[in-house]
């Protein structure tokens, strides 16, 4: 068996259905041949993404993969990587490589070894009886412990190798570990004693699928839940108990209940300190509940550890709470202080969410697509800078695994390739990137993709002809040279590309426009509307 053959079924084993990727990669000849889907992109760091979206909204139950080109071509997909390393998310990296001979040799660029500084782990096959042995150590990294992507280099010179026959290939174990059992203890307890507790929820209850041990936790115990942007959709945020989620741009609630609490819960989380993520205040007593001991006392001191699988940890818990708490709390008061909080906030903000004029406010566009669109079958997805800060806090997710939060590396163009992986990997939802007019010139050409490969996204385009986060930080450049002007006739663009593109310029052609474009995607056709927007620059940050 050739080693192509060999890896393609390896691949069908473990589950994979699909394989994005750019040529030439001799492996998507052989992936088509096994009857595994290639999804050819317009450039690399797109299909990672993709890669990217696939593991995510499955919970890492189908592992995204995606492969490449030697040399540039691995070059250009190094963000995408990077970006999954830095959202600890699994997905296999299959770059080709320069010839064993020439693999080392300067300036030739190595994958395995480039890309290991910002993977989970990274190995050349060198010698073909080996694959089988490469392949189990890789899946077990990508199945196991907390998500990163994980680089398996093919040299140019190895295709013609052949791999002993029969393929000794079983897909491998997926395992979980829990907490200490006195930790738990300690937790339980401060829980429970706790005056003002609450729960921050991260990616990690997506991967175990902890949701509902996660809801029987805070409804026990009337605990206020938030969650970073990445654990978006794990409690469901028309709860009386959810605080909404937090990333640079908060629902007022959230740091309120944070800064007035004595215990904070992490869940499923690295406390990762970013710009994008919600910022613990100091001095409070913090339950750590993480897959990965290295993040404990990383960036914010703990006061118990709990290591181990959001699931698992939950169970324990509950199952301790239980023996002392063994009816549900009167969530009556909270609940209370949540809901007012949450309508003093929106009343602020209602003017702009309802906002009847042109140019359209941003803010108008996100909150008609939130109630034309049927929340609990969209997943959608956001892009760096405003369409982040300008959806996160006022979208209101429901069903688990409908939200594709992410901030910590905050790569613009992200959004077009995670809307098209989710839709690969969930056909039957409907699947929205929203992205601006800075975003759509990295990636945009990449909406000829889904054309090309029939993937009927749903794409919002808020387009306000302006860098406008960044007239701020450059008044002198924008006054003289105009800087941060950028503009495009975008929703011409996809129609150009074969796709359905419509550019809303009034308010009151926002839901019909919305309408249209969902009807659409059922028939199979990619849709960009392009909204033209104000430059909108107020978010709703802390205090406000």
Known sequence: MKLGAAIAEIMKREGIEILCGYPVNHLIEYAANADIRPVMVRQERIGVHMADAISRVTSGRSIGAFCMQHGPGAENAMGGVAQCYGESVPV?????????????????????????????????????????????????????????????????????????????????????????????????????????????????????????????????????????????????????????????????????????????????????????????????????????????????????????????????????????????????????????????????????????????????????????????????????????????????????LSYIGWGKTTQLGYGLGLAMGAKLAKPDKLCINVWGDAAIGFTGMDFETAVRERIPIMSILLNNFSMAIELKVMPISTEKYRSTDISGDYAAMARAFGGYGERVTKPEDIIPAIRRGIQKTKEGVPVLLEFITSKETEVSRPGT
Request: with cysteine; net charge neutral.
């Open 92 to 400: 296999l990296v299959l770059p080709m490589g320069y010839a064993r001979r020439l693999a080392n040799v300067d300036p030739n660029f190595n994958s395995s070894q480039a890309m290991r500084a910002f993977s989970k782990s990274s190995e050349p096959i060198n010698i073909a009886a080996e694959v089988c042995n490469i392949f189990r150590r890789a899946f077990t990294k990508l199945k196991n412990g907390r998500g990163g992507p994980v680089i398996v280099e093919i040299p140019a010179d190895m295709w013609n190798e052949e791999v002993p026959e029969p393929l000794n290939y079983t897909p491998v174990l997926r395992t979980r570990y829990g907490a200490d059992p006195v930790h738990i203890m300690e937790a339980a307890a401060l829980l429970v004693a706790a005056k003002r507790p609450v729960i921050y929820a991260g990616q990690g209850v997506h991967y175990a699928k902890a949701w509902p041990q996660l809801r029987r936790l805070a409804e026990r115990l009337a605990i206020p839940v938030t969650t970073s942007l990445g654990g978006k959709s794990s409690f469901p945020e028309t709860h009386p108990l959810s605080l909404g989620s937090g990333g640079l741009a908060v629902p007022r609630a959230v740091p309120k209940f944070l800064g007035e609490a004595d215990v904070i819960f992490g869940i499923g989380c690295s406390f990762t300190e970013t710009s994008f993520g919600i910022a613990m205040p100091k001095g409070k007593t913090i339950i750590h509940s993480t897959l990965d001991p290295n993040h404990l006392n990383k960036d914010v001191e703990a006061k118990v550890g709990l290591v181990g699988d959001a699931a698992l940890v939950l169970d324990a818990l509950l199952e301790e709470i239980g023996k002392s708490v063994t009816t549900d709390r009167d969530a009556t008061a909270v609940a209370a202080e949540i809901a007012a909080s949450h309508k003093e906030w929106l009343a602020k903000w209602m003017p702009k969410l309802t906002h009847n004029d042109a140019p359209l406010n941003p803010y108008r566009v996100l909150w008609d697509l939130q109630h034309t669109v049927d929340i609990n079958n969209t997943i959608i997805t956001h892009d760096a800078g405003s369409p982040r800060d300008q959806l996160s806090p006022f979208w209101k997710s429901v069903e688990p």
